[in-house]
Each structure stands twice: as structure tokens, then as C-alpha cells.
T-cell receptor, first 113, second 115 residues
Framework: DQQVKQNSPSLSVQEGRISILNCDYT??????FLWYKKYPAEGPTFLIS?????DKNEDGRFTVFLNKSAKHLSLHIVPSQPGDSAVYFC????????????FGKGTHLIIQP | NAGVTQTPKFQVLKTGQSMTLQCAQD?????MYWYRQDPGMGLRLIYYSASEGTTDKGEVPNGYNVSRLNKREFSLRLESAAPSQTSVYFC??????????????FGPGTRLTVL
């Protein structure tokens, strides 16, 4: 059973508008959540994270919101730029050990000019 | 700093052949990981090494072996390749400070095709 779900395989947004990418999780043991960005033929790169004790973390144009009671988080990109076109992965970490992250399937964000 | 490097970038194997994927990091990280990514899927953990001298199975370890050669290097071996192992393989490393999130740094990937 998938513990981290990204239900939108793709999302198309006009340049300059807000992009909202969603992620749901099932495991209450997750302590941290991370967003990774991936361009074709490259490895994923870390974008932003949030601890389960917070409900918002902001870094420039990127803001992640966490609703712990709903087991839901979202990544907001404002304003969206052409270089933001990529696949975005939501990932979760239990924080207790050095085992791997649990990834969602990803959302392909396409920024339209 | 090169970060995380992987070799080769591309490889084509025939069913039953063996090969080793190499990974090295120059960030002095303790933990290293191997993931595979298949179309429409997220990254799935194959094996990880929390520290030099230790390795553990991840979500999809069958058909693979790993070696943590030293702190810098972590290799993934396919003893008898199968078409189901056609995938893109990513190596990652992390410092994983205690009480903080596990930010992992990824290599560029190896695209493997098994015929």
C-alpha cells in the first residue's frame, strides 16, 4: 500500500500564476516531509522541507503547507516560471534512523508561456 | 566538489548477464542509498548503508547485492539480470544529522536496459 500519494500525475499552469502540488500520506510516524525537483536525465534535487511540528515553511517562491490532522501537504510556487517545469516528488522521512525516504510517484508540472 | 557520481550513465545487458553499478560521494556523508525509478512510479529503495560496514535491505532488494567499499563508495550488483530490472538507478548520500531530516543528495542516474 502506498504510504505517500501524489494523485495528480501532471499539472499545467500558466507562467506567473500559482502552482499547487498536493501530497497525502498514511503513516503517522513520518516526522519530516521533503519536496524534490527532477529534470529529465538528471537526479532529483532537494527543494524544501517541513517538520511535522510546523504547518508552514517558506523559501523564496516556494512554500510548503502541512495539515497533520488531514495527513496532507502541499507545495505552492508563486509566481510560476518556465524553469519550474519538472517532475516534483513528495517524500517522507520517519526521522528515526538512516533508512531511505518514502517517495510519492511524482507530479509533472508544466508551465505554459 | 563533484557531489555524487555514478558510472556508467547507460548500460544494455542481455538476460542473465551480470554487472556492477558504481557510486561515489565526496561530501563525507555517512549514509548511502540505491533507488530505482520506473515509469509512473516514484523512487523505490533497493538497499541502503547507514554507515561504513553496514548494509540493509530496502523495499525492493530481490535480485540485487550491495557493497559499501569504504565511506565514499557504495556499489550495486546485479548477478543475473532480468528484463524486470530495466530501470533508472539512482545513488544518493546523506549526512543525516540526528534529530533532523534526511536530506539526500542524488547522483545523475544510470539508465539500464535488460534485453
Amino acid at each position: 500500500d502506498q504510504q505517500v500519494k501524489q494523485n495528480s500525475p501532471s499539472l499545467s499552469v500558466q507562467e506567473g500564476r500559482i502552482s499547487i502540488l498536493n501530497c497525502d500520506y498514511t503513516n503517522s510516524m513520518f516526522d519530516y516531509f521533503l519536496w524534490y525537483k527532477k529534470y529529465p536525465a538528471e537526479g532529483p534535487t532537494f527543494l524544501i522541507s517541513i517538520s511535522s511540528i510546523k504547518d508552514k515553511n517558506e523559501d523564496g517562491r516556494f512554500t510548503v503547507f502541512l495539515n497533520k490532522s488531514a495527513k496532507h501537504l502541499s507545495l505552492h510556487i508563486v509566481p510560476s516560471q518556465p524553469g519550474d517545469s519538472a517532475v516534483y516528488f513528495c517524500a517522507a522521512d520517519s526521522g528515526g534512523g538512516a533508512d531511505g525516504l518514502t517517495f510519492g510517484k511524482g507530479t509533472h508540472l508544466i508551465i505554459q508561456p | 566538489n563533484a557531489g555524487v557520481t555514478q558510472t556508467p550513465k547507460f548500460q544494455v545487458l542481455k538476460t542473465g548477464q551480470s554487472m556492477t553499478l558504481q557510486c561515489a560521494q565526496d561530501m563525507n556523508h555517512n549514509s548511502m542509498y540505491w533507488y530505482r525509478q520506473d515509469p509512473g512510479m516514484g523512487l523505490r529503495l533497493i538497499y541502503y548503508s547507514a554507515s561504513e560496514g553496514t548494509t540493509d535491505k530496502g523495499e525492493v532488494p530481490n535480485g540485487y547485492n550491495v557493497s559499501r567499499l569504504n565511506k565514499r563508495e557504495f556499489s550495486l550488483r546485479l548477478e543475473s539480470a532480468a528484463p524486470s530490472q530495466t530501470s533508472v538507478y539512482f545513488c544518493a548520500s546523506s549526512a543525516h544529522p540526528v534529530g533532523s531530516y534526511n536530506e539526500q543528495f542524488f547522483g545523475p542516474g544510470t539508465r539500464l536496459t535488460v534485453l
